[in-house]
């Protein structure tokens, strides 16, 4: 997709926040999860819309960027660009700062776990969760930034794309395309734990793998859904909508979900709604910095403060904001700027919104 003004800015910004709202119960110990949890009996929690959100989308924009790009450097460069600078930076602060923060009697230079910290989680795929006696008095002692467990989803979605490069331009990737999402359904839907075993050798979860798949590519899939009567396209979006409403009514979310949540997500952001389409023009793209940072930030909330649910998210909210717009406009944008390392002539034009996650 071309054209910068679309919704695609602000519904990230909105997925970011709806992480934000979920961790913010589950940071300080709740078991019920958030309100939405509450509503759907436990289907649906706002980080569940935020997440797949997230994948929707990612699917649709890097399997249309894949679409134009010169080549695999050129893809794969862009893919790093838009993860590891930001990624990195989040990384080494977390380091810096967490003394502030330490709790054990080994002082915080001589503990090990500092140390493969970074280089760990560069990886990708074998992440350290945590440092020895950080936030470890915490009600949630499992992870520093438990945002950062996506990323190797995501990156693994990032080789699928890749593997159609060669067939891209053929007419019948498309059907490769749904042959993907329906034998991801079938497995995030009825068989989830096939090959969970081979999946843990790199540090994934079989169920996660497959169910982030389907979404990924129920987001690619509507790169081939062209409406071009708005009408039609208000009441496909009212349909889906409908069903995605009655089916967590009667609790048959886990069967419709991959097909209605695309489809909203999509279309919506395709679309270009007054005000809210200048949202990336007006603060950058900051949605990839709020997440990364929230977590940490939270938990750093909740380690001095001690605060209830409302003040966190409120407070949180504030902090992972300014942290995503300093990142967007210190870090990742600057680094977006040498995107074309690769490109053989002069590429046509790329929304920023193509290459983020």
């Given amino acids: 997709m071309n054209s910068r003004i679309n919704n695609f800015d602000f519904l990230r910004f909105i997925f970011a926040s709806f992480v934000i709202i979920s961790h913010s119960y589950g940071l300080l110990g709740s078991t019920e999860g958030d309100v ?9 929690r706002f980080s569940y819309i935020g997440v797949h ?34 990624l ?16 054990s009697s080994i002082p915080y230079w001589h503990n090990t776990s500092v140390y493969t910290y970074i280089p760990k989680n560069l990886t990708l795929f074998f992440r350290q969760k945590g440092i020895d006696g950080v936030f470890e008095n915490n009600p949630y002692t499992s992870s520093i930034n438990g945002s950062l467990w996506t990323i190797c989803y995501e990156f ?33 839907v009825f068989k989830p734990y096939l090959l969970n075993g081979l999946f843990m050798k790199i540090e994934l979860v079989s169920g996660s793998f497959y169910n ?6 129920g987001g690619m899939l509507m790169t081939y859904v062209t409406i071009r009567n708005k009408k039609t396209e208000t009441i496909l979006i009212l349909l889906a909508l409908v069903i995605l409403v009655i089916s967590t009514y009667f609790g048959l979310l886990l069967y419709t979900c991959y097909f209605t ?12 709604t007054p005000y809210i389409n200048k949202l990336g023009e007006v603060i950058g793209d900051t949605s ?7 977590f940490p930030i939270q938990q750093t909330l909740v380690h001095f403060y001690k605060m209830d649910t409302i003040p966190l998210i409120i407070f949180s909210m504030v902090l992972s904001f300014a942290a995503g717009y ?16 690769f490109s053989k002539k002069k590429p046509v034009q790329e929304s920023k919104t193509e290459i983020m996650f």
């Avoid at 959100?53 to 450097?73: D, V, W």
């Avoid at 810096?96 to 923060?101: E, I, Q, T, Y």
């Avoid at 990839?288 to 929230?294: A, L, M, V």
Wanted: glycine share 6%.
């Fill in 36 to 44: 939405l949890a509450r509503l759907t009996n436990g289907q649906m």
């Fill in 53 to 86: 959100g997230f994948f929707i989308i990612s699917g649709y924009l890097i399997f249309n960027s894949l679409l134009r790009c010169k080549g695999l450097a050129d893809y794969y460069w862009k893919r790093v660009l838009r993860l590891y600078p930001a």
């Fill in 88 to 103: 990195i930076v989040v990384l080494f602060l977390t380091v810096l700062l967490a003394p502030a923060v330490y709790e």
């Fill in 156 to 188: 693994s979605m990032y080789v699928m794309v890749s593997s159609l490069f060669f067939i891209r331009k053929k007419s019948f990737v498309k059907i490769i395309v749904a042959l993907i999402f329906v034998t991801s359904y079938i497995l995030s």
């Fill in 212 to 217: 982030l798949m389907c979404f990924f590519t």
């Fill in 261 to 272: 949540l695309p489809i909203l997500v999509i279309l919506i952001g395709k679309s270009s």
């Fill in 288 to 294: 990839y910095g709020i997440y990364i940072y929230s």
């Fill in 326 to 341: 300093l990142s967007w406009h210190l870090i990742e944008k600057k680094a977006l700027g040498y995107k074309d390392l």
